[in-house]
């Protein structure tokens, strides 16, 4: 099989909206004004989700990851069955999300047909994350107590749960160590801001860190959290770019690898074979930065945290 094949792990942004403004965003999706739809008619959604579970595994893999991103994909009316249709299909399902629509009867909608749930926390200290521009519309960021609630809800509905942060010049100074240890989850991606032109060059200048920065941070977390059995995945720039198998609310695959986004023809009209090879992607990178591993949920739901302890930091 060719090593340009689809991976084990694909990423569909279903859609360009989202209720946050979160400044180092890459994926506004908003270069190109001629296309102004925020996302695919349904149809066309569950066809590119069929397109991704018929594509072939390279030899020796047994199953596909389809993790649904934004924008916020919760704001995709139809996401729950987009989800049970991916995983009817035999897909690992998880959805990225800011947490501000994850009230306890939307996940217990999800949790029938969602394998993984992860939460972008970026940071605890509400001031930073208005500053950062993770707030909502009016202003209102998530609160320590919120994103526990969120993670304690999800580990009692038997989800996997993984928290995803950026690491930025607003939070890089920060210790969450606490916070992540006593979460819960299995696995806590941590990220270095990446700058993409046409994504985030607004305010990409007063986010960027440098390597020693972000190690630094990394660094003071890293002992702790894996103490606490928890799986942590730094991802600096250099293993981000082009490790990513990577669709647009638009159905094409797209690649940041040489430092803006890069577009495939649409997978609905050309294939999704021929629409990815159209784009960059490093096989090499996506293993070195640990893009496969075991995404099969375990049939003994996980250990849930104490929100009475988490709540609390």
Not at 34 to 43: D, F, H, K, N, T
Not at 278 to 293: I, K, N, P
Request: glycine share 6%; hydrophobic share 40%.
């Amino acid at each position: 099989m060719q090593a340009n094949s689809l991976p084990e792990a694909v990423n569909y942004h279903l859609n360009k909206n989202c209720n946050f403004r979160c400044k180092g965003c890459y994926a506004t999706f908003d270069e190109d004004p001629s296309l102004r739809s925020v996302m695919l008619p349904r149809e066309q959604m569950f066809r590119i989700v069929e397109a991704v579970a018929s594509a072939p595994l390279l030899t020796g893999k047994t199953v596909r990851k389809l993790t649904f991103a934004g924008g916020e994909p919760t704001l995709c009316p139809w996401l729950p069955e987009l989800v049970a249709h991916a995983k009817s299909l035999g897909l690992v399902t998880m959805v990225v999300t800011n947490g501000s629509r994850c009230t306890p009867d939307y996940l217990r909608r999800l949790a029938p047909v969602l394998d993984w749930l992860t939460v972008s926390i970026d940071s605890l200290d509400e001031p930073t994350n208005r500053a950062m521009g993770r707030h909502d519309s009016k202003g209102q960021p998530l609160s320590a107590d919120a994103y526990a609630r969120i993670l304690a809800e999800a580990a009692l509905l038997g989800l996997r749960t993984k928290i995803n942060t950026v690491v930025n010049r607003l939070n890089h100074c920060e210790d969450i160590s606490t916070f992540i240890a006593d979460s819960g989850i299995a696995r806590w991606k941590v990220l270095q801001v990446m700058p993409v032109e046409g994504q985030n060059d607004a305010h990409i200048d007063l986010l960027t860190v440098s390597r020693a920065m972000f190690d630094a941070f990394v660094d003071r977390h890293q002992v702790r959290v894996e103490a606490a059995g928890i799986r942590m995945v730094p991802e600096p720039v250099t293993s981000i770019r082009g490790s990513y198998a990577m669709i647009d609310p638009h159905g094409r695959f797209f690649d940041s690898s040489a430092g803006s986004h890069r577009y495939s023809q649409p997978i609905l009209e050309v294939g999704i074979e021929a629409a990815f090879a159209q784009v960059s992607f490093d096989r090499t990178a996506f293993e070195e930065r640990g893009g496969s591993y075991d995404f099969a949920v375990d049939q003994t739901p996980p250990t849930s945290p104490d929100i009475r302890q988490i709540a609390c930091v």
